[in-house]
């Protein structure tokens, strides 16, 4: 069964464990990504993403555990899985003794494959790099290089594309530019792991999420389930007459009369959906009810509240 | 947009493609890692061939340019078969681009491979170079023609090896430098490149022995002009056991990743 998983699978990740001098960096890890998928893997500063990434990626050693991608153990079948893997690091790698056009060719026979002088074309045109194409890197402005580097991860056309925080310091139309190519090569079939600070990105792209604190998975699900399950709805009810008691029977909402009673303002629980609390108000209650306000939680509200940080201020 | 997630997998393509990759980048700067020792070599034939070349004899029946050319070629092919493995790992490591490598599906024998002939052939062209210059100054009788090519493709082999080393271990770009400076210089030096170590006075003769680099000049001389302190299987066998020794050390390095992989 679990060989009939990890086949399955662009990607299994079990019981992954790595410290440095001792101290644990990523802390007994599972997860699985499946094939054709958007899977975020999101946390503060320190929580062990890229670590994780840099394992899956060869550039960590495995401290214990396994990954297997496409049914390939990355230890033991390291030339198979690497070359189904494209890596973007979060650091800036380039090589200065190469143009952008000479580095591409060069990569692509790193992962043994023969350069595809349209698939390579293509990549520069999506990703703007035609203008400098003969340019050596190091006069390449700070987003150049990061289109650079996604070229060069997609150059061998590979089948899981790692992205460890791509739109770090890039501007806001190369950043939906980048988006919108992700989603065309996840289309086209590419596996897609991505990790980013920007969390209304990972809620928008990804199909699930992860999250990471200090080296523990400590959630994983579909990112719509997570948000409705683990968000602070609320409700707020703006009523034609002012109450000036509470009602009775809506105590699992954490009910509260604002605005001098003109205003109910409930904390809806995950199993309650606005549409039967608004019939309850009305057809129990009596409430003749004049505008209706909601507000949900983003993924950003619920990541503040799993990792038990305070916003920007922990390098959010 | 076509997307062919099928693509034919070529094995021995990554170590062709970073042999290239080697190759080009040490000929992109060749002012730098060809010209330059080449100048550096020529200067030294100018000094002992044209000046004192035919004024000294410290060998009977050779003239002292004759002498001193072969360990010239010999410290062209050791300082930069050295420096172009040192430097290129070395600044791979220290500024991140090894991860391109380390994610690629390039093999430690093939990442040793690779390394390992660009910088020979580095080494032996400078080699190469300096020997054509030197025949403005002397001409060599060439004993042994192939044991002379055998000893410098043995010493840039070597010394290949030992860049690799050096750049795994070093902590920054003072550590490679102090490795030219105050190890292979005074080795080359020292090892019978200007003079035979016969002539030297009890015990200096036997602690020439010691060193490492005296069989590789010495047999590459004795290749080329017919004159050594020692045999060739001697020269050879040291020299030989010290390339494996070498080799071993590396290959264990690379395969497991020793500070190129956290």
Avoid at chain 1, 188 to 203: F, K, M
Avoid at chain 2, 165 to 172: N, P
Avoid at chain 2, 223 to 241: M, Q
Wanted: charged share 15%; aromatic share 10%.
């Amino acid at each position: 069964m679990q060989l009939y998983i990890r086949a399955m699978n662009a990607l299994v990740i079990e019981n992954l464990y790595k410290s440095f001098d001792g101290v644990p960096a990523v802390k007994k890890v599972n997860f699985t990504i499946a094939k054709g998928e958007i899977f975020g893997l999101l946390g503060p500063n320190g929580a062990g993403k890229s670590t994780t990434i840099n394992m899956i990626a060869g550039v960590v050693r495995l401290g214990s555990g396994s990954i297997t991608a496409f049914g390939y153990d990355n230890q033991r079948d390291y030339r198979h899985t690497r070359r189904m893997l494209g890596v973007v690091h979060q650091e800036v790698v380039i090589d200065n003794f190469f143009t952008i056009d000479q580095a591409l060719k060069l990569h692509a026979g790193y992962y043994g494959v023969k350069d595809d002088p349209a698939w390579r074309q293509l990549l520069i045109d999506r990703l703007g790099l035609r203008p400098h194409l003969h340019k050596v890197m190091l006069k390449l402005s700070g987003g150049l290089k990061r289109r650079f580097m996604i070229a060069k991860a997609m150059i061998h056309r590979p089948q899981l594309l790692i992205l460890d925080e791509p739109t770090a310091g890039v501007d806001v139309e190369l950043r939906h530019g980048l988006w919108d190519f992700v989603r065309e090569i996840n289309r086209q079939g590419t596996t897609i792991l991505l990790t980013t600070h920007y969390l209304e990105e990972a809620e928008e792209m990804c199909d699930r999420v992860a999250i990471m604190n200090h080296g523990d998975l400590i959630a994983l699900e579909e990112t719509h389930e997570l948000v409705r399950r683990l968000s602070n709805r609320q409700l707020r009810v703006w009523l034609v007459d002012p109450l000036s008691e509470m009602p009775a029977g809506l105590e699992n909402c954490q009910p509260q009369l604002k605005a001098d009673g003109r205003m109910l303002l409930l904390n809806l629980p995950a199993d309650i959906n606005v549409g039967t609390i608004l019939a309850q108000l009305c057809s129990q209650k009596q409430l003749k009810i004049r505008d209706i306000e909601t507000d949900q939680s983003s993924l950003e509200e619920v990541f503040i509240q799993l990792t038990g940080m305070n916003g920007g201020a922990n390098g959010l | 947009m076509d997307f062919d997630l099928k693509q034919r997998f070529y094995p021995w393509l990554p170590f062709f493609t970073l042999l290239r990759k080697e190759i080009l980048r040490f000929a992109r700067v060749s002012k730098q890692t060809l010209l330059a020792p080449i100048v550096t070599a020529g200067l030294y034939l100018l000094v002992f061939g044209a000046t004192l070349g035919d004024r000294l004899s410290i060998v009977e029946g050779f003239s002292y340019a004759q002498f001193v050319i072969p360990g010239l070629i010999m410290m062209g092919v050791i300082n930069n078969s050295f420096a172009n493995t040192s430097s290129s790992l070395f600044m791979s490591r220290y500024l991140g681009g090894i991860v391109d490598l380390l994610v690629t599906p390039v093999s430690p024998p093939q990442f040793i491979m690779a390394y390992t002939l660009a910088a020979m052939l580095r080494g032996l062209l400078v080699g190469s170079v300096v020997w054509l210059i030197s025949t403005m100054f002397a001409t060599l009788p060439w004993e042994s023609p192939l044991l002379g090519i055998l000893m410098a493709m043995l010493a840039s082999f070597m010394f290949a090896q030992f860049g690799l080393i050096a750049a795994i271990y070093a902590q920054s770009f003072d550590t490679i430098s102090m490795y030219t400076s105050f190890l292979i210089m005074p080795l080359i030096f020292l090892g019978g490149v200007f003079y035979p170590i016969s002539i030297l006075p009890a015990p200096w003769g036997s602690f020439s022995q010691l060193n490492p680099l005296f069989y590789l000049i010495d047999g590459f001389r004795h290749a080329l002009i017919g004159f050594g302190d020692t045999s060739y299987l001697v020269a050879f066998g040291f020299s030989g056991a010290l390339a494996v020794i070498l080799f071993v050390w590396a290959a264990w390095l690379i395969g497991r990743g020793h500070r190129l992989r956290a």
